[in-house]
């Protein structure tokens, strides 16, 4: 042991490692190695010994050593899902002491809800000071300074699953039916291409045709952060539309804006079918008049003539933070004696009422807008989260493409990227400060409300649950380029296009595993309600469960439907083949029948 | 017709004329019957409304028959709805100035509303309602009138027989003889007339145990497992304040045991109310008269402590007041899923204690023909993949409940909106087959039939046109020529049209024991059942459904072209095994009714072979969901999804569970782990653990559990099978019921379930 702590003493390049010990992605190098004597203390399968790698990507540990047949325990953690990294044990903390001895090692927090633990050899204590610097180092990448792996990553992939250049506003409107009458695009080179106008939207902005630059440069003083009244989505029959912004700055002293009313009716009289606009505006209502204080509110009915405001009563970041906090010391470390009080302690997490708000908000979305024909504004705050989560989910709702693999990516990059959800301060990539105010899972909050719609529609996605599950892991992990930062500006500022690779990239090269066997077309064109009673919501067992081995399914369903089209799929080909040896046949008869005229012999094509 | 009344199409033909005819007839009868002279009837109501809650309300001529009310839709194409009298648990009645609104609140959870125009007919409605509903005689219920009139090919009264059942059993073994000693139903009324008893004992020492347990209900077999074990059932013994003994008890119980000759009780029933038993007379068996038995306890409560949960969930469920914040909170305070996870839990044990320890298990509560039968059947189905297909399920419906006496016509006699005193009833049955929808719904690719079987098994228990639920025991059946007299459900259910209704199209039969986890996080509530007016359809299946269709049409066409093209014989394209046996399957399926017998045969050679093949290719399983090729954090779990329930410990630890580490190791690592072992966890354990590590792969051991019969797992069983008898001999000798580990453990768990009430 000591040997191995003198040999890793000089090593900073690490050159002395054995080459296969850890799998590397392309760009990834070993930066930290441990190679006997570290503990795994798992939760539920007890402990396991090995050795430990810190790369400028992952924590890798693998178990081994005394029983070099049976098969290596792995487990591996890109270092930007950990949150957290405390010592345990040794001189300070004795009083973590378990019955009579000390444990000593590493406690490490993640985004993905895991806690790790890795007890050391109480004699290491340089190794694993040199441990935790290397963790600390490469885990927080912003705190210190250090590019995302996601810039050092060079897997190549084909130019044909490009994933950056999936989405373009232009094509994306085009599909919903632009350009019509109501609505046009921002002209290039003069509103917003320099982020002037709005430094969180997009540079292409669709707005209602009716209102002229200058007109929109006045709105922009009037709304939080210049985030006015653009399009989200057009409905193509009705011209129904989701609009979204953020507040209006009315304040305690009742301020009006005569543009910003002149909009806000603008974007009614886009829609011929509606006489009044409704508002959602995604906070509770004491919420919104409590923004008054700082300068912030809504659009009162005195000076908004046609428009409704409809409260959704979707809270804010905080009381999420909080939510899932709780939801996470339930799921992932559940005692023997909290079983009886399963159903209630999880009720108490409120998180599953959280998702039933945003449900219910966005299904009464979709439902005005589909069976009145009314034209919807969304707003919060500031109109990049809760907003987010309104427009997405009615988006899906209403619009089947949005179902599909390719349909749900645009979304992602149209309504959370380009439309500014702070990516890089809710999740906090890369940032030491653990416990940020800022950081809350309202991006997970939405792909949990698409699961929910998963369950109760299951043939009408294209994706599966593996897929959403991959996108909140590498939400997290940093390897690809997609959520990293805050807005579209930053990402252009730092070339992310060029020097990092779009997580659809590879997801959409490997297509098929992300496939759901049961997906049908029956429902295109179709507007889906789920039900948003507490009744037909479950905890998303798959996504916070998982690393409880005793919430996990027991048989893969997702495997044996697979199985049912691959058969399927035989079959057909059976049939082609067949077929075309029959036609093969049918014209050696056709040939000898015209060799020899036989007035028994007769062909039928049935 | 609506299907939404469970009350199929087939119905419909019934209303011809000569049916009416005799539903009328019923009814005069009844009335003269019940000497209601006076009661003024409304047979018939025009411009009634009627509305479920889940479909549009529907208007119509209301008529009341003997056994029904039917509404005959105005809208033709909305077709009949046909409602029971039997099904009706409560009606709640609004009388209006013109009109009257009666809610009927069925038993199998419907709430229907009829508003009808006319006070008179209204109140009329009402009452003939409540009479009519309220009638126990079973002879004069509907099953007695009704005559199957959809076409069937066999006769569901002869699907289970005990004869077939113990001519399998000696296939397997000699150790055991049918005896008649009950052929009359005198030495125990609610035990069918034939049983099967140990070869060695003589139906005299049967009589003395018989009087020697509460109603008769002496120790008999209700599943002998492979390896020689058993599990047993009976009432409690009566021992009595005065200790009682019985030395031809003590010799039956023995003469049950498996190759270990060794065995456990376990009493359903809390301690306290074992020992308070032994003061009315009844009491639990002591270590000193059967020392070849351990006794240990999992209290289940008694059936009417479940039938008040049954009014709370059913009251939360039904609550539409939208102040759904304590949905969660409510759903956990009404105790239902308690008592879905206890009988579980118990079930687990069982199988465990057979399967792994190979002891036989005696399970009794204090009757022993509630509870108990939930336990042996749940066990039954865990550990035997026959009871998973549609046909072994009724059958072991039949075994272990019509046949085993469990009194259906007192615990279905009211649902959970009743308000009539308690007569009985409880929702046993719904307990058990509940239960088994949390096995399907963890193992959803296990079980041949799908959720909708339970549903209508459970409607039909408390109403239904088939006479299998009906009278307390079979001494009851046979006096009333049940058998003649009535038809079958599984008549209908295995009747062409119907069958294919049932089938689970995810379905692939494994031979191996399944074992749930019975965690709270994976227990569901059953939307199904209790919110069936907000249920959405079940697509996923619907699709695979389609999709077999598709198979079955793709097949026929690639045969007829096969045919056509005249060099691929139609057999070969049958026979195809295209990586699984779904087209051998689909051909099965379409032949399945009428050669059911070759077709077992053929499906089991199938699987057989498809063990062989594939056996250890199953571990695909712990692949799901499939992680990611440069993230393999899934891998974290790799090895130890096919698990136990780690939740109790105490039923063992499936090796797999536990790959290198014992959990007596545990409290040595950090704070949280010190409160997560359950620090009374098997103490049989070590050895067993020691004696597998040795084999180090966990494929190994799985074979061992799916193929039993090679070479390497006898060789491992025998191995780990010995240090803990001699484990289990030290405990013997020390008669210390504290250091019972199984005793403390169901002690632990039992704090575990302090009842929500």
New interface residues.
């Given amino acids: 042991m000591d040997k191995t702590a003198e040999e890793s003493k000089d090593s900073g390049a690490m050159k002395d490692i054995p080459p296969d010990a850890v799998p590397l992605?392309s760009g990834e190098e070993v930066k930290a190695y441990l190679e006997q004597d570290v503990t795994y203390?798992?939760?539920?399968?007890?402990?396991?010994v090995g050795k430990m790698a810190v790369t400028n990507y992952k924590l890798h540990f693998q178990s081994g050593g005394k029983?070099k047949?049976?098969?290596p325990?792995?487990?591996?953690?890109?270092l930007c899902t950990i949150s957290k990294v405390e010592k345990?044990g040794g001189v300070t903390s004795s009083s973590?002491a378990?019955?009579g001895?000390n444990?000593y090692g590493l406690?490490i927090t993640c985004k993905d809800l895991r806690v790790l633990?890795f007890?050391l050899r109480h004699d290491a204590h340089y190794l694993r000071r040199k441990m935790f610097e290397k963790l600390q180092e490469y885990c927080f990448p912003a705190s210190n300074k250090l590019p995302y792996f996601a810039f050092n990553y060079r897997e190549q992939y084909p130019d044909s699953s490009n994933g950056w250049s999936l989405y373009s506003v232009k094509s994306e409107f085009q599909r919903q039916g632009l350009p019509v009458e109501g609505w046009r695009y921002t002209k290039a080179n003069m509103i917003n291409s320099k982020y002037e106008l709005c430094d969180t939207y997009p540079q292409l902005l669709v707005v209602p045709a009716a209102a002229n630059d200058e007109h929109l440069n006045q709105v922009v003083q009037f709304r939080s952060r210049g985030r006015i009244p653009v399009l989200s989505w057009i409905h193509p029959e009705s011209q129904a539309t989701i609009t979204r912004c953020s507040q209006p700055l009315i304040g305690i002293s009742n301020k009006r804006s005569r543009d910003d009313e002149r909009y806000v009716q603008m974007i009614l009289d886009a829609n011929p079918h509606a006489h009044k606009l409704l508002i959602f505006d995604a906070r509770p209502q004491a919420n919104a008049v409590a923004n008054m204080a700082r300068g912030g509110g809504y659009e009162k009915n005195e000076q908004y003539q046609n428009a409704e405001v409809i409260f959704c009563d979707i809270h804010n970041i905080h009381v999420m933070r909080e939510s899932l906090r709780k939801l996470q010391d339930i799921c992932f470390?559940?005692?023997?004696?909290q079983?009886?009080?399963?159903?209630?302690s999880?009720?108490q997490t409120q998180w599953?009422?959280h998702i039933?708000v945003i449900l219910a908000a966005a299904t009464r979305i979709a439902h005005e807008i589909e069976s009145a024909k009314a034209s919807v504004l969304v707003h919060c705050s500031d109109g990049w989260d809760r907003t987010a989560q309104l427009t997405s989910m009615s988006m899906i709702m209403l619009d089947s493409y949005y179902r599909t693999l390719e349909g749900f990516q645009v979304l992602i990059e149209k309504e959370w990227l380009s439309f500014g959800h702070k990516f890089a301060q809710r999740i906090g990539h890369g940032d030491k400060n653990h416990s940020d105010a800022e950081r809350s899972p309202v991006f997970l909050q939405f792909i949990d409300c698409v699961w929910q719609m998963t369950q109760?529609?299951?043939?009408a996605f294209e994706f599966n649950?593996?897929f959403l599950?991959?996108v909140l892991?590498h939400l997290y992990?940093c390897?690809f380029g997609t959520f990293l930062y805050n807005c579209d500006k930053e990402r252009k500022n730092k070339d992310i296009r060029k020097k990092t690779i779009s997580l659809w990239s590879m997801i959409n090269l490997?297509r098929d595993?992300y496939l759901n066997a049961?997906y049908?077309s029956t429902y295109n064109h179709h507007v889906l309600l789920p039900?948003s009673?507490?009744?037909?919501l479950?905890?998303w067992?798959?996504y916070y469960?998982?690393?409880?081995?005793?919430?996990?399914?027991?048989?893969?369903?997702?495997?044996?439907?697979k199985?049912?089209?691959?058969?399927?799929d035989?079959?057909?080909k059976?049939?082609e083949e067949?077929?075309r040896?029959?036609a093969i046949?049918q014209e050696k008869e056709k040939a000898v029948a015209a060799a020899v005229p036989n007035p028994t012999v007769s062909i039928t094509n049935h | 017709m609506l299907s939404w009344l469970g009350i199929s199409s087939d119905d419909a033909s019934n209303s011809d004329e000569e049916e009416e005819a005799r539903h009328l007839f019923a009814h005069k009868f009844l009335m003269k019957t019940m000497s209601e002279n006076e009661l003024s009837q409304t047979p018939k109501v025009e411009g009634v409304w009627c509305y479920n809650g889940q479909n549009k309300a529907i208007s119509g001529t209301l008529c009341l028959t003997g056994h029904h009310m039917i509404l005959y839709a105005d809208d033709t194409s909305s077709g009949e709805i046909w409602i029971q009298y039997m099904n009706i648990d409560a009606v709640e009645k609004r009388i209006g100035l013109d009109k009257g609104t009666l809610v009927l609140k069925c038993k199998d959870l419907q709430q229907i509303q009829l508003t009808i125009p006319g006070v008179e007919d209204a109140t009329n409605v009402a009452y003939t309602a409540e009479i009519l509903s309220s009638i126990t005689d079973p002879c004069l219920q509907f099953p007695f009138f009704y005559r199957a009139k959809f076409k069937y090919d066999e006769n569901g009264w002869d699907l289970y027989n005990i004869n077939d059942w113990y001519k399998e059993l000696q296939s397997k073994t000699d150790k055991w003889r049918l005896s008649d000693v009950n052929s009359d139903f005198g030495v125990c009324t609610s035990y069918p007339n034939q049983i099967v008893v140990p070869s060695e004992i003589d139906d005299s020492m049967i009589q003395k145990s018989a009087k020697f347990r509460q109603a008769g209900r002496f120790p008999v077999l209700c599943y002998y497992h492979k390896n020689g074990a058993s599990i047993i059932r009976s009432s409690q013994p009566l021992v009595g304040a005065n200790n009682r003994r019985c030395k031809d008890d003590e010799k039956l119980l023995n003469a049950m045991l498996g190759p270990s000759h060794r065995g456990y009780i376990l009493d359903i029933r809390s301690v306290q109310t074992a020992v308070q038993a032994k003061a009315k007379g009844g009491g639990y068996e002591s270590d000193h008269q059967y020392p070849r038995w351990k006794r240990f306890t999992m209290n289940l409560y008694s059936y009417y402590v479940q039938q008040e949960s049954l009014i709370r969930i059913v009251e939360a469920?039904n609550d539409k007041s939208g102040s759904?914040?304590?949905?969660?909170?409510k759903?956990?305070?009404s105790g239902w899923?308690?008592y879905i996870k206890r009988a579980m839990d118990a079930a687990c044990l069982v199988a465990q204690c057979v399967d792994r320890e190979e002891w036989s298990v005696l399970v009794h509560g204090a009757e022993g023909f509630d509870s108990t039968l939930t336990v042996t059947s749940l066990a039954q189905i865990i550990l035997d993949s026959e009871c998973r297909t549609i046909r072994g399920f009724l059958a072991l419906i039949d075994r272990e409940w019509i046949y085993a006496g469990h009194p259906f016509a007192d615990r279905s006699a009211h649902g959970p909106y009743s308000s009539n005193k308690q007569r009985g009833e409880s929702p046993v049955f719904s307990i058990f087959l509940e239960c088994v929808f949390q096995l399907l719904h963890?193992?959803?690719?296990?079980f041949e039939f799908t959720s909708t079987l339970l549903v209508d098994l459970r409607m039909h228990s408390y109403s239904s046109q088939f006479g299998t639920f009906l009278f307390n025991h079979m001494r009851d059946r046979v006096r009333g020529k049940l058998h003649q007299k009535t038809i079958s459900l599984w008549t209908y259910i295995l009747s062409p049209a119907i069958f294919p209704k049932y089938i689970n199209?995810?379905y692939?039969r494994r031979n191996d024991n399944?074992w749930?986890?019975v965690?709270?996080?994976?227990l569901?509530?059953w939307?199904e059942l209790f919110?069936p007016w907000?249920?959405?359809r079940n697509?996923?299946l619907e699709?695979?459904k389609s999709?077999?269709a598709?198979?079955i049409e793709?097949?026929y066409?690639?045969a007829k072209?096969?045919k056509?093209?005249?060099?691929?014989p139609i057999n070969e394209?049958q026979n195809l095994t295209?990586?699984?046996m779904?087209?051998k399957k689909v051909s099965n399926r379409k032949s399945a009714m009428k050669n059911e017998k070759l077709n077992k045969k053929k499906n089991e050679n199938f699987v057989n072979e498809n063990a062989a093949m594939n056996g250890p290719k199953l571990l695909?399983?712990t692949?799901?969901?499939?992680p990611?090729k440069?993230?393999?954090?899934?891998?974290?779990?790799?090895?130890?999804?096919y698990?136990m329930?780690?939740?109790a410990p105490q039923h063992f630890s499936n090796d797999t569970?536990?790959?290198?580490?014992?959990?007596l190791?545990?409290?040595?690592?950090?704070?949280?782990?010190?409160?997560?072992v359950?620090p009374s966890s098997s103490q049989e354990l070590p050895e067993k653990v020691e004696t597998n590590s040795s084999k180090?792969?966990?494929l190994i051991d799985f074979d061992h559990f799916s193929v039993p019969n090679s070479d390497n797992s006898t060789d491992s069983a025998q191995q780990s099978s010995e240090p803990s008898l001699i484990n289990i001999d030290e405990d013997f000798s020390n008669e210390k019921i504290e250091t019972d580990p199984n005793l403390s453990n169901s002690n632990s768990l039992n704090d575990?379930?302090?009842s929500?009430i």
Avoid at chain 2, 623 to 626: A, D, S, T, W
């Fill in positions: 992605l203390l798992c939760l539920y399968t007890g402990t396991k029983q047949d049976s098969v325990f792995i487990l591996e953690v890109p345990v973590k378990v019955d001895r444990p406690e633990r007890a470390l559940p005692q023997l004696s079983d009886k009080h399963w159903l209630s999880l009720d599953i009422h039933k109760q529609f299951p043939t649950e593996h599950i991959s892991d992990s390897l490997h595993d049961l049908v039900a009673s507490m009744r037909h479950d905890l067992i798959g469960g998982r690393w409880n081995p005793r919430m996990k399914s027991q048989e893969p369903v997702a495997e044996r439907h199985e049912l089209l691959q058969v399927r035989y079959l057909k059976q049939v067949l077929e040896e029959l046949k | 469920s759904m914040d304590r949905w969660m909170s759903l956990e305070s899923m308690g963890q193992f959803p690719l296990s199209p995810l692939k399944i749930p986890s965690a709270p996080q994976s569901e509530f939307e919110t907000s249920t959405p697509e996923a699709r695979v999709l077999e598709e198979h793709l097949e066409l690639t072209l096969a056509r093209v005249g060099n691929v394209i295209i990586g699984q779904d087209v695909d399983f692949e799901f969901p499939r990611e440069f993230e393999d954090l899934v891998s974290d779990e790799k090895s130890n999804n698990y329930p780690i939740d569970d536990i790959p290198n580490g014992l959990p190791q545990r409290p040595n690592l950090l704070d949280n782990l010190a409160a997560f359950n180090e792969s966990p575990l379930y302090e929500p």
